[in-house]
């Protein structure tokens, strides 16, 4: 009987490009599963309810948050997003791979309640490349993105919480390192 797998955790500065990089390395591994959030922020374009976020209210999130039904949750540029615990636990029980994808805050919850988790911190190529990031999407107004670059300030001072820390130079590389790290390639 192997060991349970371990819950990985990635975290990072936002724009650094997490979800990208885990939707490449879910393209090459579906089996690596990825905890879909919870959260109270209103669905972007092609966002779908239950792949990419369960969109709740407010008073759904305080519901969850108050029946200790999140492994952690975190308030982020005003919204709440949080990872549903039932659904983690499940997943590690059955020997199956669990990626969280999830900011700081939340990051360092899990590291509380899940001890032996391994939290993985991406990292920009550059500082300079991480402003271009964040002010490229053009879909934020100048004080979000003004919020943005300071939280990802604090959250690069972070690093050295990690257990890893991988630079976010090539997605492929990225994926590929993390894929091994969980130890399904």
């Known amino acids: 009987m192997s060991e349970r797998p371990r819950l990985t955790v990635l975290s990072g500065p936002s724009g650094v490009g997490k979800s990208t990089v885990v939707a490449h390395m879910r393209k090459e591994h ?3 599963w990825l905890s ?3 959260t109270t922020r209103k669905p972007r374009p092609g966002e779908q309810h239950g792949v990419h976020y369960f969109f709740v209210t407010d008073e759904e999130m305080d519901k969850l948050i108050a029946n200790g039904e999140l492994l952690e949750w975190a308030e982020f540029a005003g919204n709440r997003y949080g ?3 039932a659904a983690v ?3 590690l029980e059955k020997g199956e791979p669990v ?3 999830i900011d700081l805050q939340g990051a360092r919850q899990v590291r509380e309640s899940m001890t032996d988790a391994r939290l993985v911190f991406l990292a920009p190529p550059s500082w300079e490349e991480l402003v ?4 490229g999407r053009g879909t934020e107004s100048p004080e979000v993105i003004e919020r943005r670059l300071e939280a990802a300030r604090t959250e690069l001072a972070a690093e050295p919480e990690f257990d890893v820390t991988l630079v976010n130079t090539s ?3 990225v994926a590929r390192e993390l ?7």
């Open 30 to 32: 579906p089996d690596v």
């Open 99 to 101: 990626l969280l994808e």
């Open 179 to 185: 894929l091994a790290l969980m130890d399904v390639v």
């Open 171 to 173: 997605v492929e590389d």
């Open 132 to 135: 271009r990031r964040l002010t």
């Open 36 to 38: 879909v959030s919870a």
């Open 89 to 91: 636990l499940e997943r």
């Open 83 to 85: 990872t549903p615990r």
